[in-house]
């Protein structure tokens, strides 16, 4: 069986051209009367490879607004309750492994204490410190992503949207950090985000015949309902459980802040060091290109080492198996630990990943005023993250327990404590026992940069959702 892309909502096979983007996280008040608001707003959800408002979409003219939903485990149930869905075989309350446990079971949650141990989030990134001060994380029962082209179409429809949700009894979680009261913020300008690099570049294609297209990832990565043996997602057996899930994905929420004036100062402060190694590169460039793994236009350090070239190169197509001691790429960078690409895994990981490390669908947006500078102004800034999945644990939270600790691959033996590394931009560096630096090698018998690292990054919170596909939603809203 094969997926069905018009059944799958576009966000997660395409990308949209809208400036502006909103997250919108409501607690449902009575399940009936959410699904009048869902019946009425679903109707602006696209499904397909090349919807109105897409890249792929060449029709031109204005953009309209465009919806995307997703719900968490307890509002999915609400919903189905309202729909009596024990009656189809769809039992909230029986649901055991139907469904991964990563999404249903409370004790897995993002915020649960087993997850925050197993993913590190120490001090500051504690869920005591996320979201705004008596949020319920349980009760982000809707999310509801929103595109709009400009500002005057934002607070047009938000205000729409908000005066609908509260007739129809659904409260809205807001964070007064942000202009909007919600999470929001647009593309930045040319894709630049806050540390100055270039977004958007390493695309996940996706294999939509099952034929292992080269270059391509399997459909099975991101949709539920089709499990075979390499990718055994939940459910893995036929029933009224894969029936529902099937074309939808989970969607795991970051919202991160980005400490622009720590990284500068991390640049500034190293200057000198990395004047023994840059070449003809600005020594600051090419220190942020290492710790990144690409230039800051884009430009991969696999294929332009020395230094960034005029013209951007937004090729992905290189490897890493030709720089196994990370000479030209950094073992620690972030692109390389986010997506190792054809490194060799150990052979746990081997085994668990027989077809290649887990890719995520990255969506998102940038908040907060640019900074430039080593002194930070007190404002609050970075990213909205939305990765979309076809196994939580497997893959969204395999790729953040990689950024904690580097021990996927036996490449990261060859260098000392280099099991107990971090990646070099995105790693907390309270994690009990971590190394906490550098080891950035040289190509010309230079000794390898060893600089203590700073905390660049912090949790400001995680959730994770199920995006239904079309036919999903619609049953959700009780149509």
């Known amino acids: 069986m094969r997926p069905e892309p018009e059944n799958v909502q576009s966000l997660f096979i395409t990308r949209y051209r809208h400036e502006h983007r909103v997250i919108l996280l409501f607690r449902i008040g009575s399940p009936s009367a959410a699904q009048s608001f869902l019946s009425h707003w679903s109707s602006n959800v696209n499904g397909g490879q090349a919807p109105k408002g897409s890249y792929a979409d060449t029709s031109g003219g204005s953009l309209a607004p465009v919806y995307h939903f997703a719900f968490n ?84 429809q938000l205000a729409a949207i908000r005066t609908a949700a509260a007739d129809s009894g ?168 986010c997506n190792p690409r054809d490194q060799a895994l150990s052979a746990a990981n081997q085994s668990r990943f027989a077809a290649g490390p887990p890719r995520l669908v990255r969506r ?21 993250g939305v990765f979309a999945c076809a196994r939580i644990n497997e893959q969204f939270y395999t790729v953040l327990r990689w950024i904690q600790r580097t021990e996927f691959s036996d490449h990261f033996d060859t260098i000392r404590r280099g099991n107990r590394r971090q990646d070099m931009m995105f790693g907390l560096r309270d994690k009990p026992r971590a190394e906490t630096t550098s080891y950035i090698p040289s190509e010309n018998g230079v000794a390898p940069l060893k600089l203590p690292l700073s905390d660049f990054i912090r949790y400001k919170g995680l959730a994770v959702f199920f995006a239904p596909s079309l036919k999903t939603l619609t049953y959700l809203a009780g149509q």
């Open 73 to 156: 485990w307890e509002g999915t149930s609400l919903l189905l309750k309202a729909r009596n869905s024990q009656t189809m075989g769809l039992d909230p309350d029986a649901v055991g492994t139907d469904l991964e446990t990563f999404f249903t079971q409370e004790d897995n949650a993002p915020y649960a204490p087993s997850t925050v141990d197993d993913l590190s989030l120490n001090g500051l990134n504690k869920p005591e410190n996320w979201w705004a001060a008596d949020t319920d994380q349980s009760a982000f029962h809707i999310a509801m992503l929103c595109y709009f082209d400009d500002a005057a179409q934002k607070t047009e």
């Open 364 to 384: 998102g947006f940038s908040y907060g005023p640019p900074l430039e500078g080593t002194e930070d102004d007190g404002q609050d800034r970075g990213l909205i």
């Open 170 to 337: 659904l409260t809205e979680w807001q964070f007064s950090s942000f202009q909007d009261k919600a999470l929001s913020g647009k593309i930045p300008h040319k894709g630049i985000l806050h540390f100055g690099f270039r977004d958007g570049i390493s695309k996940v294609d996706i294999d939509w015949n099952d034929i292992g297209e080269a270059g391509k990832v399997n459909f099975r990565e991101v949709l539920l309902g089709y499990s075979n043996e390499t990718y055994p997602t939940n459910p893995v057996n036929p029933g009224p459980w894969n029936d529902f899930v099937r074309d939808g994905t989970y969607l795991n929420l970051a919202w991160l802040y980005q400490d622009v004036a720590a990284f500068n100062r991390f640049l500034k402060d190293n200057r000198a060091a990395a004047e023994t190694q840059n070449g003809a590169a600005d020594p600051e460039e090419w220190l942020a290109a290492k710790l990144m793994g690409r230039w800051r236009n884009g430009s991969a350090l696999a294929t332009h080492p020395n230094e960034s070239p005029d013209q951007a190169d937004l090729s992905n197509d290189f490897g890493y198996a030709d720089d196994g001691d990370g000479e030209t790429t950094p073992l620690h960078s972030h692109i390389r630990v």
